[in-house]
């Protein structure tokens, strides 16, 4: 294992002092840390993920008080909402405050915050302080990392250090919610629903309007492995499989284990369970990219409120070919 994975905490907050780059766990993915108040130390977190500086990062508190120090006229509902949640894996795109470098922000007025739940997340964020920028540790397009070993695959010396907490609980990217006026706007579905957050807030949820906020999440090429993936209903999987039975060089993720298929053929029959599911997706599909199948093949997922963000990266996954 690389010298750079550690679980050494101080270490870590040191480096975010100095302006380094930091790699975390969080409970949905890790993140690649810089102090958000540094801007020559945020603009290295764009260059090391090749990432265009008009999307803007997350910034992660381990303090309720850092709130109202990095965005102000904060509504009503995303004070509920942070009640309810935080820590946990919901982000919250708010008004920002003077204090927050526009390089965070890619020159929008608005701030993405969240508090994540890991352990050591929640350490390291306690030790240094202040905010910390944390977009997925990932190259840009790339399947996001949920173990440490993910991370130093994607990164020279760039990053100076990899705080290792093993594999990532959640295992997709948190709930974006943002707001106008008292009422939220999902922004980016993950674990955290939509009927969770309705349950804790009064307001309906607004659609997304015409104008698409800037989320590179929702660019075409996201959370992609290399290999050409393709969603396909449980019916017509077995359809093409039957109608081509010889095929051997197919990779499948399924949650029906009945398909018949070539020996060859790389199949993972993932959990029924949505939290099960996303906490090995990117797991999943890493493996499956590996075997150098022509064609990655996955089982659509339920319809559900539940499935909404693990239905929003295979699409995604699938969008870029
Ligand atoms: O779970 C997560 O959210 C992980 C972990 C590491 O915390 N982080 C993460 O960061 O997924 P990233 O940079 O890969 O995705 C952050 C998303 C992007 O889609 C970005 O455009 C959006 O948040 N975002 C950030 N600031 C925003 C803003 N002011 N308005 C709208 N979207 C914003
Ligand atoms: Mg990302």
Known sequence: ????????????????????????????????GADALNPSAVRRVYEAKSRPFGHPLIIHVGNMHLLDELAQDIPDNARALVRHFWPGPLTLVLKASDNVPRIVTGGQDTVAIRFPAHPMAIALLKEFGGGVVGPSANKFGHLSPTKAADVDSDFGPEV????????????????????????????????????????????????????????????????????????????????????????????????T?????????KMIVASTDPDNYAKNLYESLRELDRVGAKIIIVESVPLTDAWDGIRDRLERAAGSF
Not at 221 to 230: D, M, Q
Not at 257 to 265: A, C, E, G, I, S
């Open 1 to 32: 294992m690389s010298k750079r994975i550690t679980t050494d905490i101080s270490a870590a907050a040191r480096l975010l002092t100095e302006g380094r780059l930091v790699a975390f766990p969080t409970e949905t993915v890790y993140g690649l």
């Open 160 to 255: 100076d250090l990899i705080l290792n907490g093993a594999s990532c609980p959640v295992g997709i990217e948190s709930t974006i919610i943002g707001f106008d006026g008292e009422f939220p706007i999902m922004l980016r579905p993950g674990m955290i629903t939509k009927r969770a957050i309705s349950a804790e807030i009064s307001k309906e949820f607004f659609e997304a309007g015409a104008e698409p906020p800037r989320v590179p999440g929702s660019l075409s090429a996201h959370y992609a492995p290399t290999t050409r993936l393709v969603v396909l209903h449980a019916d017509d999987i077995r359809r093409y499989l039957k109608e081509n039975s010889e095929l051997h060089d197919v990779a499948l993720l399924t949650i």
């Open 257 to 265: 284990p009945l398909f018949k298929t070539h020996p060859n053929n």
